[in-house]
T-cell receptor
Framework: IAGITQAPTSQILAAGRRMTLRCTQD?????MYWYRQDLGLGLRLIHY???????GKGEVPDGYSVSRANTDDFPLTLASAVPSQTSVYFC????????????FGAGTRLSVL | KNQVEQSPQSLIILEGKNCTLQ??????????LRWYKQDTGRGPVSLTI?????NTKSNGRYTATLDADTKQSSLHITASQLSDSASYIC?????????????FGKGTKLSVKP
């Protein structure tokens, strides 16, 4: 069982470009999340999905969009990247929205120049 | 405002020594408190989770305590090893909310030196 797989592991992106970060889980978890982690700020929720077909905004959603066409995949898209989106992005999942254990992917390190 | 404060921000200890990390929270209503370990370049991994009625929970050399009255938690690491070098994140969950209402602390960065 792989758990949560994120791709790419790292990326350097020119400002203004479009980028999609991929997240796939094989645990059949209903709830999935995207966080960004910045030095001194901790993890902040960008978007979430409680079940396939539904999504919601987290604490810092501006500039990002997500989709949840099926249970396994939860891609995060930056429509027009800006330098302030330079961060480490983590995808996570839980078996249910109120489940106790949240599992994280290994992260995607994104640099927007 | 729901907040989770961790201290110290960073800590350096010698291998074999014990250490205690602190977490204070102002989250209400409280559901549970978790400690995660995050190795450099990796995602966080759950160490312990405690509900309102639990005072202590252990996971190997890691022991977490919770005082729900004072809204404080600690993570005690016994006989530290080099592999304990990581960031430790305290996360408090509140009831309700569509996204599970997890409030993250900023973490304590622990360095264990030989």
């Amino acid at each position: 069982i792989a758990g949560i797989t994120q791709a790419p592991t790292s990326q350097i992106l020119a400002a203004g470009r479009r980028m999609t970060l991929r997240c796939t889980q094989d645990m059949r978890h209903n709830a999935m999340y995207w966080y960004r982690q910045d030095l001194g700020l901790g993890l902040r929720l960008i978007h979430y999905s409680n079940t396939a077909g539904t999504t919601g905004k987290g604490e810092v959603p501006d500039g990002y969009s997500v989709s949840r066409a099926n249970t396994d995949d939860f891609p995060l898209t930056l429509a027009s990247a800006v330098p302030s989106q330079t961060s480490v992005y983590f995808c996570a999942s839980r078996d249910q929205p109120d489940g106790n254990i949240q599992y994280f992917g290994a992260g995607t390190r994104l640099s927007v120049l | 405002k729901n907040q989770v404060e961790q201290s110290p921000q960073s800590l350096i200890i010698l291998e074999g020594k014990n250490c205690t990390l602190q977490c204070n929270y102002t989250v209400s209503p409280f559901s549970n408190l978790r400690w995660y370990k995050q190795d450099t370049g990796r995602g966080p991994v759950s160490l312990t989770i405690m509900t309102f009625s639990e005072n202590t929970k252990s996971n190997g050399r890691y022991t977490a305590t919770l005082d729900a009255d004072t809204k404080q938690s600690s993570l005690h690491i016994t006989a530290s090893q080099l592999s304990d070098s990581a960031s430790y994140i305290c996360v408090v969950r509140s009831y309700g909310g569509s996204q599970g209402n997890l409030i993250f602390g900023k973490g304590t960065k622990l360095s264990v030196k030989p």
